[in-house]
């Protein structure tokens, strides 16, 4: 079956230091592969999104990168900001349904 | 829109009471999810819908939990009676087919059930 391992947490980080999460997924065929991020007493929001091998998904600073010969989505960014304090999750849908795979989620700790 | 809108937000109640956690998904959504998140086993998918039918309840913990969608714009969780270990956060969500390959899932804010 899928599956989505992800860096256990927390991570802290000052501010403006280089983030990288990992998140590596075992999946038959070619999934579309997601990260969301959690903010405190929230749901879950897309953050970023690759549908296909070396596609990049970029939002609010954020990048991740298809990598289908390492079965990887790392998230990266470049200067993280106390705001960007939240759980990370990364996920992957399969082409043979609707549903998710998720991680466990990584919490990402800022300090000012 | 308003997007998904979960009701209660907070719920609080005794080992052995009946629960029952409400979700509206975004308008024209034909997918609802149910998922509960726990700090121990993290989010887990509970059950899913498509187009007001249930496709898989794999998740779905034991007999004391059941959910329901009568119609395209409601869905219940329910939990009967309630224990305490399904303390956890319950998210309701939903999305869309599309000719895309993917289909994002809208979270709710969540459901914050206690039970002592």
């Known amino acids: 079956g899928n599956s989505v391992t992800q860096m256990e947490g927390p991570v802290t980080l000052s501010e403006e230091a280089f983030l990288t999460i990992n998140c590596t997924y075992t999946a038959t065929g070619y999934p579309s592969l997601f990260w969301y991020v959690q903010y405190p007493g929230e749901g879950l929001q897309l953050l970023l999104k690759?549908?296909?091998?070396?596609d990049k998904g970029s939002n609010k600073g954020f990048e991740a990168t298809y990598r289908k010969e390492t079965t990887s989505f790392h998230l990266e960014k470049g200067s993280v900001q106390v705001s960007d304090s939240a759980v990370y999750f990364c996920a992957l849908k399969d082409n043979a349904g609707n549903m998710l795979t998720f991680g466990g989620g990584t919490r990402l700790m800022v300090k000012p | 829109d308003a997007g998904v809108i979960q009701s209660p937000r907070h719920e609080v109640t005794e080992m052995g009471q009946e629960v029952t956690l409400r979700c509206k998904p975004i308008?024209?959504?034909?997918?609802l999810f149910w998922y509960r998140q726990t700090m121990m086993r993290g989010l887990e998918l509970l059950i899913y819908?498509?187009?007001?039918?249930?496709?898989?309840d794999s998740g779905m913990p034991e007999d004391r939990f059941s959910a329901k969608m009568p119609n395209a714009s409601f869905s219940t969780l329910k939990i009967q009676p309630s224990e305490p270990r399904d303390s956890a956060v319950y998210f309701c969500?939903?999305?869309?087919?599309?000719?895309?390959?993917?289909?994002?899932?809208?979270f709710g804010p969540g459901t914050r059930l206690t039970v002592l």
């Open positions: 819908f498509n187009n007001n039918v249930p496709i898989d």
């Open positions: 308008s024209g959504h034909d997918y």
């Open positions: 690759a549908t296909k091998a070396d």
């Open positions: 969500a939903s999305s869309t087919a599309s000719v895309l390959y993917y289909n994002e899932q809208f």
